[in-house]
């Protein structure tokens, strides 16, 4: 595996990246396996290699401690009225997942609005933890996560378990039956665009339906209360459930490596236009012993495989060509 991919670093970047969604996907605190796992792979690397993926671990196990601790605490909190969790959402519902962000990969955010009731949920937790763990402060990741749903119609009831932007948008239908795509998306803090491919997954169910306002750009979304409305609207379900299963595949809580990557290598695309304008053309090799030879602040320190998928990207996007085994610069 290791000459497949390239190098022993390289593969363990990808594993720890794996681990990240595993993880981060994890609707409890069950690592078992993935301890196991992750000893095997001390053998082979060494621990000082598997060092953050065991960190990320151990956030997993100090999460579920902590989150029965700060329950706890909340149940037991002076002030507690009788009857105040009929009124909002019990503390019981929500398990947070606390990472040591140095030492996981970059994780994708988004800006997110959630319901008051959840946003008042999220802040009790955590001024709570902020309590117990001073002076460490939580900070959300509202987009990230999975929300269990149970949703009542007049003739039915059906259960979900969603993202949470698939969460908030529909439970703002509680609010009022009809939204206006533009209005939705301005209620919940996204794009429009990014409305629109979220929603689709609410009209392929059979919980929403969709029609063209007054402006066609800006759709209307109403829910639907008896199943002979979703009868009605089969084809058009059929249609926006196979958009959203594309949709749901393109999308990550973590930034794959080669995201990474080229991020981290954007701070060395100057050094390499630089040494193109003034040497005209040179070979993989040459660009990566002078990069080594030359940059102190940030230092250099990637391989060659690393330095060839950079530059790729760099003739991809026609800053660069490659002749010959030779880059030089574009013209």
């Known amino acids: ?36 796992m992750l000893e095997l792979l001390k053998i082979h690397f060494g621990e000082s290699s598997m060092q953050k993926c065991e960190i990320m ?5 100090d999460s579920k401690r902590t ?9 037991n909190a002076p002030g507690t009225v009788a009857g105040q969790e009929e009124a909002e959402i019990s503390h019981d519902v929500l398990d947070a997942t606390i990472i040591s962000s140095n030492f996981w990969p970059p994780i994708q955010t988004e800006d997110l ?14 001024q709570r933890f902020h309590q117990i763990k001073t002076p460490r402060k939580l900070l959300w990741k509202k987009n990230l996560g999975t929300v269990k749903l149970e949703l009542q119609f007049e003739d039915r009831s059906m259960q979900f378990t969603v993202v949470p932007v698939q969460a908030a948008i529909i439970m703002r239908f509680q609010e009022k039956p009809s939204w206006t795509s533009k209005a939705l998306a301005t209620e919940i803090g996204i794009p429009v665009d ?15 339906t969709e029609s063209v306002g007054p402006d066609a750009d800006d759709h209307i979304f109403t829910i639907v209360d008896s199943m002979s409305d979703v009868n009605k609207n089969s084809i058009v379900n059929e249609s926006c459930e196979a958009f959203q299963m ?5 999308e990550s809580s973590v930034a794959s490596v080669e995201e990474q ?4 290598m954007t701070v060395y695309e100057k050094f390499i236009i630089g040494m193109l304008t003034n040497f005209g053309n040179m070979t993989l090799d040459k660009i990566h012993n002078t990069l080594k030879m ?21 003739v991809s996007d026609e800053k660069l060509e490659m002749r010959d085994g030779l880059y030089l610069l574009k013209k």
């Open 1 to 36: 595996m290791v000459s497949i991919i390239g190098s022993k670093d390289q593969l363990v970047n990808e594993y720890r990246v794996m681990l990240a969604k595993k993880l981060l996907s994890k609707s409890d605190f069950d690592i078992d396996s993935d301890i196991r």
């Open 67 to 75: 989150n029965s601790n700060i329950k706890a605490s909340l149940l």
């Open 261 to 264: 990557l080229k991020k981290e």
């Open 194 to 208: 990014s409305l629109n491919r979220r929603i689709g997954f609410w009209t392929s169910k059979g919980v929403l």
């Open 113 to 126: 609005a959630v319901p008051a009731s959840v946003d008042k949920l999220l802040s009790d937790f955590a």
């Open 246 to 250: 594309n949709e749901d595949e393109g």
């Open 294 to 314: 030359f940059c102190a602040e940030p230092s250099y320190d990637k391989s060659l495989q690393q330095l060839q998928s950079f530059l790729s990207g760099l």
């Open 57 to 61: 671990l151990n956030d997993l196990i």
